[in-house]
C-alpha cells in the first residue's frame, strides 16, 4: 500500500461479514420460502450480501467503486456462454419432451431397467456418458431427464434419483479428458492432462466405488411401484406419444457431435433442433394442443414449436404422474437461474474486488504444517471458494493460483495441487445452491438442490477422499519433479 493507492486488505474477520450475512439470510430465505426461494428472494439476498461487502470495501479499505464495478462486470461476462448454454438446455428439455424423444427413452427404459439396480445403473450410465461427451451439464439435461422420469414411474424419491444422476455425471465430468474443468485444473497447476487424470484415479476410483455401493443397497431397498401400474403408466405414454426407436437418432448424433469437438452452443442447438423436426413429422397432434389451437393447420404446429421451444407446455394423457412428467418450463423455466447466477457473480466479483478472498485465504494457510494440513486446507479453499464466488471455473483459477507457489516451495508434485483442486471444487460446486452448477442441475432436473444434496453420494465422499489419502500418503512424493512422458 502506498500514498497514491490507499487501498487496504481487509482483516479475515471483517472479510467473513458479507459470508456471514449471506449464509446467514439464505437460512432463513429457504426456511421460508422453501423451493421458491429461488423464484426472487435468493436473489435479493445475495444483492443484499454484495451491498454489505461494498459497503465494507468503500468504507474501511477505501476501494473505489469502479474497481468493484468493474469486477463485477468481468464476472458477469465471463458466464454468458453459460446463460446461452442454459436457455437452449431450456429449449433442448421442452423439444426432446414435445417431440417424443424422453418419453421413448422412458419407456424402453422403464422395460428394461429392473427397479433393483436402477440407482447402481443410472450412477453408471451417467458416468458413461459424461466420460464420453466431458459434461455434467449436458449429460443431467438428455440422458439425465429420461433416467429421472424412469425412477419416477418406479417409485423411487426424487432425492435419491437426483443423487444418482449427478454422482455419475460429475465423476465423468472430473476424469474426462474432454472436461473443461479437468483441462483447466490441470492447465493452472501446470500438470500434463493425462498424469492429471491417472493421479486423480487414486482418490475418484474408491469414491466412486462407494457411492455405486450405497447405491446398489438402496436399490435393494427399495419398495417402489407395483408392476401394474408401471404397466398403466407406459400404456399412457404409448397412447399420448408416437414412441418410434427413429426418435433415438437426435440423440445418436448429438452424441457423435459431441465426440468430435463441436462446441456446446452448436450441439445444444442442432439437437433442439432435430428435436423440433422430429415433432413436426411425428407429434403434430401434440403441437396442436400446445398451441391451443381448435384448427390443426400449419400455423398451430408452427405456434406449439415456438411455445415447446420457448415457454411453459402441458399436456392432457389422461394420467395425472404422467402429466407432471411430461410438462416442460423452456427457456423461460431458466430465466429465475440466470437471475441466480447474474447476482451471484454480482457477489463474487464485489468480494473479489474488496481482496476479501485473499484475507480469508490467508487463514487457511496458516494451519498448512504438514502434507495432510496443506491438502485439507486446499480443499476447504476450494469449497469456500464454490461458496463465494458462485463459480466452479472462477474456483478452479483462484484456489490453483493460492497454492501453487506453497506446493512448490514444500517441493510437492504439481498433479498433489492440480487433484486436490478438482476433488474439491469441481465436485462441490454442484452442491452449493447460488453456485452457477447447483442452480442449474436443480434447474433442470425440478429439484431444489438441498432435496438432492444428501444422496449426492460422490460430490460428499470425495474432498474426504482426497484428505484420507494425503493422511496416508499414498504416491504423494516430494522433491522429484514429473516428467512430461509420465
Known amino acids: 500500500m502506498t500514498a497514491n493507492n490507499p487501498e487496504k486488505i481487509p482483516s479475515p474477520l471483517l472479510s467473513l461479514v458479507p459470508v456471514v450475512v449471506l449464509v446467514g439470510l439464505l437460512f ?15 436473489q435479493v439476498v445475495l444483492l443484499v450480501a454484495t451491498s454489505v461487502c461494498v459497503l465494507i470495501a468503500m468504507t474501511c479499505c477505501h476501494i ?40 421413448t427413452l422412458i419407456y424402453y427404459g422403464v422395460k428394461i431397467i429392473h427397479p433393483d439396480f436402477f440407482l447402481v445403473t443410472t450412477c453408471l450410465i451417467c458416468a458413461l456418458v459424461s466420460v464420453m461427451t466431458g459434461s455434467s451439464w449436458t449429460t443431467v439435461a438428455t440422458i439425465g431427464i429420461a433416467l429421472f422420469g424412469i425412477g419416477r414411474v418406479q417409485g423411487f424419491n426424487e432425492g435419491w434419483i437426483a443423487g444418482a444422476i449427478i454422482s455419475g455425471a460429475y465423476f465423468g465430468d472430473k476424469i474426462s479428458p474432454l472436461s473443461d474443468t479437468t483441462v483447466l485444473a490441470s492447465s493452472i497447476a501446470e500438470t500434463p492432462l493425462f498424469t492429471h487424470i491417472r ?43 408416437h414412441i418410434s426407436a427413429w426418435l433415438l437418432l437426435v440423440p445418436l448424433l448429438m452424441f457423435v457431435l459431441i465426440i468430435k469437438k463441436t462446441p456446446p452452443l452448436i ?35 408452427f405456434e406449439g414449436l415456438i411455445i415447446t421451444f420457448s415457454a411453459s407446455t402441458q399436456l392432457e394423457t389422461g394420467n395425472t404422474m404422467l402429466n407432471e412428467l411430461v410438462s416442460t418450463r423452456g427457456m423461460a423455466g431458466m430465466m429465475n437461474t440466470i437471475w441466480l447466477i447474474l447476482c451471484a457473480m454480482c457477489f463474487g466479483g ?24 496443506l491438502v485439507a486446507s486446499t480443499v476447504c479453499t476450494g469449497i469456500f471458494l464454490n461458496v463465494c464466488t458462485a463459480d466452479q ?38 452442491l452449493i445452491p447460488w453456485n452457477t452448477c447447483g442452480m442449474t442441475q436443480a434447474a433442470v432436473l425440478g429439484v431444489p438442490v438441498f432435496v438432492f444434496f444428501p444422496y449426492c453420494f460422490f460430490n460428499l465422499i470425495s474432498p474426504v477422499m482426497s484428505v484420507l489419502v494425503a493422511v496416508t500418503g499414498y504416491k504423494i512424493r516430494k522433491g522429484n519433479q514429473l516428467q512430461s512422458k509420465n
Open 28 to 42: 432463513f430465505t429457504i426456511r421460508i420460502f422453501g423451493s421458491s426461494a429461488l423464484e426472487g428472494a435468493s
Open 350 to 373: 464485489a468480494m473479489t474486488a474488496a481482496n476479501m478472498l485473499t484475507s480469508i485465504m490467508s487463514v487457511f494457510l496458516r494451519f498448512v504444517k504438514r502434507t495432510a494440513g
Open 393 to 430: 471455473y472462477l474456483s478452479i483459477i483462484l484456489t490453483g493460483n493460492m497454492f501453487k507457489n506453497t506446493y512448490r516451495e514444500r517441493g510437492y508434485e504439481s498433479r498433489l495441487l492440480s487433484r486436490t483442486t478438482e476433488d474439491s471444487v469441481t465436485v462441490t460446486s454442484v
Open 267 to 301: 450441439t445444444l442447438f442442432l439437437a433442439a433442433l432435430g428435436a423440433g423436426l422430429c415433432a413436426i413429422i411425428l407429434q403434430p397432434d401434440l403441437l396442436h394442443q400446445v398451441a391451443g389451437s381448435a384448427i390443426h393447420n400449419a400455423s398451430s404446429v
Open 199 to 241: 493421479y486423480m484415479l487414486i482418490t475418484t476410483v474408491p469414491s466412486y466405488t462407494i457411492a455405486l455401493l450405497i447405491f446398489l443397497i438402496a436399490g435393494f431397498a427399495h419398495r417402489g411401484a407395483s408392476m401394474e401400474n408401471i404397466s398403466v403408466f407406459t400404456s399412457a405414454l404409448s397412447q399420448s406419444f
Open 64 to 103: 473505489k467503486w469502479a474497481t468493484i464495478e468493474a469486477a463485477i462486470v468481468r464476472n458477469i461476462a465471463g458466464v454468458t456462454t453459460a446463460v446461452l448454454i442454459l436457455l437452449l438446455i431450456g429449449a433442448l428439455s421442452g423439444s426432446w419432451m414435445i417431440s417424443g424423444i424422453i418419453p
